[in-house]
């Protein structure tokens, strides 16, 4: 009985507390508290809302990436998503906004060509913020002044504009590869250059399938300058081939494929590979879930993000950066002795001989281990470690299963090691020392 009491009172107390918030939310839009003004920037069918449109936004949503706004000529309030809108502002500000989208007002355009380029500025050789594919839709905002392209026979025909894309990308595209058409508030589109009418496809899909898709953890490698060559590989993620009508799924313990017929929309942002078990969940413009049948007959779910970074060039870079330790470290001795651990020689192509190890046998190299083997940077050191050690060294002896790990110092009498055999190391991180762990000093070898 007390534990019903106890649930009751905390269902009432939560319903209380959501009742509050709509109360207060309420009242806040009653009173008229705005965060300011915006101009619709791509038509919305489903509101009956055309681009160039002024609107009052009055709350922003930054964990469902929403404006909540009022629709013109009613009490409707509504969610709309944030790339779709611009920043709110005062109105005279907001009418300078809507009059600049003014000349290419209601204008998308159709790409002809597949892998076109959107640019950060009106320059041919400008970074690349987005590819396009053939027949993506895009939004034409305005044109700008930017350097004539040419295609090696002289200058191409055509002008810079600024466009937008289904999935909020902004920035510059030359027109030349561009289909220009008029769009309604209803969704359909009439091609300037001809009598046809085509139906507004699915903006959000769109976005989904133009993107390269990897495992959500890449993202906290590359935030944190911590790419691990041992969880992270080009191949690795989530792709739709619309022209083989293909998705495949490949992550490190897992590659597998089906072939689809149709899209289909389960519910909003929730989509179905028809005659698969592949569903996916768009969260928004930079985050997927896609849940499937692994080949076991498990339901399993992986989270995946766009990103914009090269990944084969950032995997190089590392294994760039760690043979560059090693060699420093090589450099350093290449020999180093201790009157009871033996003497330690590092060789090119991250090889190591190591003799006079006794007293480390076997508590922390095997019995069965020869003197010599490779050596090699696998892990990063936390940054309170960092203070104190170089790094940490995984050595692989020849005829021993299991790594031998230990972090290092190099200091103006040589080079200290500690056993790192209980280091916690968790995502490919040292974040903490073996507790008592067993330190070793390595004098400079003068027999070198």
């Excluded at 084969?312 to 651990?341: H, V």
Aim: aromatic share 10%; with cysteine.
């Amino acid at each position: 009985m007390r534990y019903t009491e106890g649930m009751n009172g905390r269902l009432c107390r939560r319903a209380g507390f959501f009742l509050f918030l709509l109360a207060f939310f309420s009242v806040v839009m009653a009173c008229g508290s705005t965060l300011g003004y915006s101009v619709v920037l791509w038509n919305d069918s489903e509101n009956q809302l055309q681009d160039g449109t002024i609107v009052r936004v009055y709350i922003r949503s930054n964990i469902s990436h929403v404006y909540v706004i009022g629709l013109p000529e009613s009490n409707k309030k509504v969610e709309i998503p944030l790339w779709m809108l611009t920043e709110p502002t005062n109105m005279k500000k907001a009418k300078r906004i809507a009059a600049r989208y003014a000349e290419y007002e209601h204008t998308y355009a159709s790409v002809k060509l597949d892998g076109l380029p959107i640019r950060a500025e009106a320059v041919n050789t400008s970074k690349q913020v987005y590819r396009l594919r053939e027949k993506e839709i895009i939004r034409v905002l305005y044109k700008g002044k930017g350097q004539a392209v040419t295609n090696g026979k002289g200058n191409m025909q055509g002008e810079w504009l600024r466009v937008l894309t289904s999935g909020g990308t902004q920035g510059w595209c030359f027109s030349y590869n561009l289909d220009l058409f008029q769009a309604d508030a209803q969704g359909l589109s009439q091609n300037k250059n001809s009598d046809s009418v085509v139906e507004k496809a699915d903006t959000l899909l769109d976005a989904v399938i133009t993107k390269a898709w990897y495992p959500e953890q890449y993202l906290d490698m590359i935030q944190n300058k911590r790419i691990d060559p041992s969880r992270m590989d080009a191949t690795y993620g989530f792709g739709i081939a619309t022209d083989y009508q293909t998705i495949r799924l490949a992550l490190q313990s897992t590659s597998l494929s089906w072939k689809y017929s149709g899209i289909e929309k389960a519910s909003d942002k929730v989509y179905h590979f028809a005659e698969t078990p592949v569903t996916m969940t768009v969260r928004n413009e930079n985050e997927i879930a896609v849940q499937f049948t692994d080949n076991d007959g498990k339901i399993k779910s992986q989270n995946f993000v766009a990103l914009s970074e090269n990944i084969s060039a950032l995997l190089q870079e590392e294994i760039n950066r760690r043979s560059k330790e090693l060699e420093q470290l090589r450099l350093f001795g290449p020999s180093f002795s201790s009157s009871n651990y033996g003497k330690l020689s590092f060789r090119e192509g991250n090889l190591f001989t190591w003799s006079g190890y006794n007293l480390l046998v076997p508590s922390i190299i095997a019995k069965s281990a020869k003197g010599n083997g490779t050596v090699s940077v696998n892990y990063f050191i936390s940054s309170s470690l960092k203070t104190s050690y170089d790094g940490i060294l995984t050595f692989r002896f020849n005829e021993m299963a299991k790594e031998v790990n230990f972090l290092y110092k190099m200091t103006d009498d040589g080079l200290r090691l500690e056993d790192a055999t209980q280091a916690q190391i968790s995502n490919g991180v040292v974040v903490s020392r073996s507790s008592s762990p067993l330190v070793i000093f390595f004098a400079h070898d003068t027999g070198r």
